[in-house]
């Protein structure tokens, strides 16, 4: 696997081993029950407990993004989040070289969460809701997450369309990267945005031609935990999805994922415990045989 680099407060980390994001939800919404904590002490004690069983990243969001969630406000996003963000950081003195993420687009909620502690930016919308996203991962000189949506939460389900999804979202990240890089952003991640305006269809032809993203030579991450793209083709649920996440998981791995960003964290880290000792040392396993 290629070995990225991420520089974060100054500090180089390497992703030589892929790195698992653990998901904290400040909403009453989200769509998987099991990640939702409001509460800063209950918010600390599951960012804890996640260290422990492997989490590199904590992600911590206040605005849910599920189809056809309601709009919460600035304001009271970041009412949700800023005691629990400083709270979640005094635990990650705990391990060292971890991160919070902060999972929003709007720059102002990500300058006020930087400020209060977190590492780095998240952003569902690759800059098209507040552009000016951007120049705020800049002056901070943290890492930017970009990721593909068509569309809005409200409206990102309704028929999404491409002529070819892989290409598309290709093409997306090739112009929007130049954008971000040319202020000074050069630690930035990308993410296709499994179930973001996609079909079932179009989740799993990006989850099998994952490999392609390597062109742009960022880190990926994939969410892909205890989506529909997991429950609907086995006819469950959300909260029955852990063993078809734990596949699909694996498929993202081997297709060069970087990180993971999961509900389950101890069996996410298991996922890649066995992948490292699944695949060979370096690209060759990327490479066709032919090419070896």
């Known amino acids: 696997m290629p070995e990225f680099l991420l520089k974060v407060q100054g500090t180089i980390h390497t992703l030589s081993t892929p790195w698992v994001m653990g998901i904290l939800n400040i909403t009453p919404d989200s769509f998987f029950t099991g990640s939702r904590f ?67 687009f709007r720059s102002v909620i990500a300058d006020k969460a930087i400020n209060a502690g977190a590492h780095m930016i998240n952003d569902i919308s690759g800059g098209n809701l507040d552009p000016q996203i951007y120049a705020t991962a800049a002056q901070h000189k943290c890492p930017y997450i970009m990721m593909h949506m068509q569309g809005n939460p409200a409206n990102m389900q309704k028929n999404p369309s491409y002529q070819n999804v892989t290409t598309d979202i290709v093409k997306f990240f090739s112009e929007k990267l130049p954008l971000i890089h040319e202020l000074g952003v050069h630690d930035t991640i990308i993410d296709v945005g499994f179930g973001f305006g996609k079909t079932l269809e179009d989740n799993f032809q990006l989850l099998r031609e994952l490999k392609a993203f390597q062109l742009l030579g960022r880190p990926i991450l994939t969410g892909i935990s205890r989506k529909s793209m997991v429950y609907k083709p086995l006819e469950s649920s959300a909260a029955q999805s852990i063993n078809g996440t734990t596949a699909l998981h694996m498929a993202a791995l081997q297709g060069g994922a970087q990180i993971l960003r999961v509900h389950d964290v101890k069996e996410a880290t298991e996922t890649v415990t066995l992948f490292t000792h699944l695949m060979p040392q370096g690209i060759d396993h990327l490479l066709p045989i032919w090419e070896r």
């Open 38 to 104: 409001s509460a800063p002490d209950d918010a600390a004690r599951e960012a804890r407990a996640m260290l422990k069983e492997g989490a590199k990243i904590i992600d911590i969001g206040a605005f849910s993004s599920r189809p056809g969630a309601d709009l919460v406000s600035e304001e009271e996003e970041w009412d949700r989040l800023k005691e629990v963000i400083p709270a979640v950081a005094q635990v990650m003195t705990e391990f060292p070289n971890t991160f919070i993420s902060v999972d929003t």
